[in-house]
């Protein structure tokens, strides 16, 4: 089985532009959580959907928004791209979202804005 | 809010020995799960090990074992008998508010030298 993949895995982007980046979960899993880690920290979690629902949202600006589709398949947007959003972007999902379920996270989308 | 604190600096570990990473944690939830993931070079987060707060045996995964201490708010993680390919970042993470959505510490980086 394939497991959680994202992309595209390199973007370069200028400030004040806008991405998005896509996750596909492994598959029977239907929670997909997304997280911002920058360079020398921990990852920080910016989204979590269930079943196509938003379940939770982090710390951040609204300059940030995500879908869960159908297919269970997820996009984060980031509007008007700031130097500070340089990281990387972790996508992780898991069956359900009980506490004690093991998240399995992508290799990430590496953004850097310049 | 969670806090997860990770605070010894980088460590280099000899071949076959054993390491003991720390981690503590703050939380007023009951209910709770402690992770341990692995994120080498690559970026990926992996899996290792996870404890239930209402666990009252030390969780163990093969080479790795977590130390619960609860009154202490302490879960340590211990990788027995090291190999080369344990070179990475160590990262101590907790589900929190009733589900898997994890807040993580700033991680512990270990090198192991043959």
């Known amino acids: 089985d394939a497991g959680v993949t994202q992309s595209p895995t390199h973007l370069i982007k200028t400030r004040g532009q806008q991405v998005t980046l896509r996750c596909s979960p492994i598959?029977?899993?239907?929670?997909v959580s997304w997280y911002q880690q920058v360079l020398g920290q921990g990852p920080q979690f910016i989204f979590q959907y269930y079943e196509k629902e938003e379940r939770g949202r982090g710390n951040f600006p609204d300059r940030f928004s995500a879908r869960q589709f159908p297919n269970y398949s997820s996009e984060l947007n980031v509007n008007a791209l700031l130097l500070g959003d340089s990281a990387l972007y972790l996508c992780?999902?898991?069956?359900?979202?009980?506490?004690?379920?093991?998240?399995?996270f992508g290799q990430g989308t590496r953004l850097t804005v310049v | 809010a969670q806090k997860i604190t990770q605070t010894q600096p980088g460590m280099f570990v000899q071949e076959k020995e054993a390491v003991t990473l720390d981690c503590t944690y703050d939380t007023s939830d009951q209910s709770y799960g402690l992770f341990w993931y692995k994120q080498p070079s690559s970026g990926e987060m992996i899996f290792l090990i996870y404890?239930?707060?209402?666990?009252?045996q030390n969780a163990t995964e093969g080479r790795y074992s977590l130390n619960f201490q609860k009154a202490r708010k302490s879960a340590n993680l211990v990788i027995s008998a090291s190999q080369l390919g344990d070179s990475a970042m160590y990262f101590c993470a907790m589900s929190y508010y009733g589900n898997n959505r994890l807040a993580f510490g700033k991680g512990n980086q270990v090198v192991v030298i043959p």
């Open positions: 404890q239930g707060s209402y666990d009252e």
């Open positions: 598959s029977g899993h239907k929670s």
């Open positions: 992780a999902s898991s069956l359900d979202v009980s506490t004690n379920t093991e998240a399995f």
